[in-house]
C-alpha cells in the first residue's frame, strides 16, 4: 500500500506532465495559428494579384495592340492622330515595363534572390535619370518635379556612395510614380538627396491627395489593401512600396514617411553606405556600368 507521501509525489508528477503538455499544447497550437495565417497571407496575396492583372498588365496590353492596328491602318495624312497614338502606346508600355519590373522583383524577393551588389555609385547622375525617365508622365498631369542633391563644396557635381545601384534606382523609380499618380493634376514634385552621417537620404514629397493615418501602418504591406477610398481614384495593387520597401530591407536601409489627407506625402529613404568591391567598377545611373581594367589584369 502506498503511503501518504508517495501518493503525494506521483500526483505532483501527473500534475507536472500535465502542465507540460498543456504548455506543448499551447505552443503547437500558437505555430498552427502562425502557419495558418501564414497560409491565409499568401492566398490573399494571389487573389489580390489575380483581381489587378487585369488592369496591370493585360489591359496595356490590349491598347498596345489596339493603337498599333490604328497607326498600321491610318492614312499617311494622319500624321497627327498617328503621333497621338504613338504617345498613348509609350505611355502604355512605360508602364507595362514598369509593374513588369516590381512583379520580378518582388518574386525575386520571395524566392531569397535579391542579394544586395554593391558599387561605386554616382547618386546625383543617377537620380537625375530616374527623373527623366519620368518627365513624359509627369507632363501629362502638367505636374513641376525638380530634383536637388545638396552638395558639399568639395564634392563639385559628382557624389559618390558605395550602394546597389540597380535597387536604388527602382526604390526611387516606385516613390516618384507614386507621387505622380497620386499628385494633383498641375501641382509640383520634389526630390531632394543630401548625405548625412554617412547615410544617403533622399526626400520624395508631393502635394497630392495624402493618405490615411489606419493606412500608413499596412501601406508597404504587400498582404493588405488600401481602403477604397484612394483604390476608387487610382486603381493599382499598390506592389511598388511593399517592393521598396523589401529592397531597403535588404541594403540595411529604412523608410519613413509623413502624410496628410489632401494636403501630400513626404517620403525620406535612408541607405547607409556599403562595401564596394573595386573590381567591379562603378555605376553612372544604375543602368549603365563602367568597369576598371587595368592592362597587366588581362593577359
Not at 544617403?200 to 488600401?226: A, S
Amino acid at each position: 500500500m502506498l503511503s501518504n507521501e508517495k501518493i503525494i509525489d506521483e500526483l505532483k508528477q501527473r500534475l507536472l506532465k500535465a502542465e507540460k503538455s498543456e504548455d506543448l499544447f499551447e505552443k503547437q497550437n500558437q505555430q498552427m495559428i502562425e502557419i495558418n495565417q501564414k497560409l491565409a497571407d499568401a492566398e490573399s496575396l494571389k487573389s489580390h494579384f489575380i483581381s489587378n492583372i487585369t488592369n496591370e498588365i493585360v489591359n496595356p496590353f490590349a491598347s498596345i495592340l489596339g493603337l498599333s492596328r490604328n497607326i498600321i491602318s491610318a492614312k499617311e495624312s494622319d500624321f497627327k492622330k498617328i503621333k497621338i497614338m504613338a504617345e498613348l502606346i509609350h505611355s502604355e508600355a512605360f508602364e507595362l515595363d514598369f509593374q513588369l519590373k516590381n512583379i520580378f522583383t518582388a518574386a525575386r524577393i520571395e524566392a531569397g534572390l535579391a542579394q544586395p551588389e554593391i558599387i561605386r555609385t554616382e547618386i546625383n547622375q543617377l537620380i537625375g535619370s530616374v527623373v527623366e525617365t519620368y518627365e513624359y508622365k509627369a507632363e501629362q498631369k502638367q505636374l513641376n518635379v525638380k530634383f536637388s542633391f545638396e552638395l558639399d563644396e568639395k564634392l563639385k557635381e559628382s557624389v559618390f556612395f558605395n550602394t546597389d545601384p540597380e535597387k536604388l534606382r527602382l526604390i526611387i523609380s516606385n516613390l516618384l510614380n507614386n507621387s505622380i499618380k497620386y499628385s494633383n493634376a498641375a501641382s509640383r514634385i520634389e526630390l531632394k538627396g543630401w548625405i548625412e552621417d554617412n547615410l544617403l537620404k533622399v526626400m520624395v514629397k508631393d502635394y497630392g491627395i495624402g493618405i490615411d493615418k489606419n493606412n500608413l501602418e499596412v501601406i508597404f504591406d504587400r498582404f493588405k489593401r488600401l481602403d477604397a477610398s484612394i483604390h476608387s481614384h487610382n486603381p493599382g495593387h499598390g506592389l511598388g512600396l511593399s517592393v521598396s520597401k523589401a529592397l531597403l530591407d535588404s541594403i540595411d536601409g529604412t523608410i519613413d514617411i509623413v502624410s496628410k489627407r489632401n494636403i501630400g506625402s513626404v517620403f525620406t529613404i535612408s541607405i547607409p553606405e556599403g562595401i564596394a568591391n573595386e573590381k567591379d567598377g562603378f555605376a553612372l545611373d544604375g543602368n549603365e556600368f563602367i568597369f576598371d581594367t587595368n592592362e597587366d589584369e588581362i593577359f
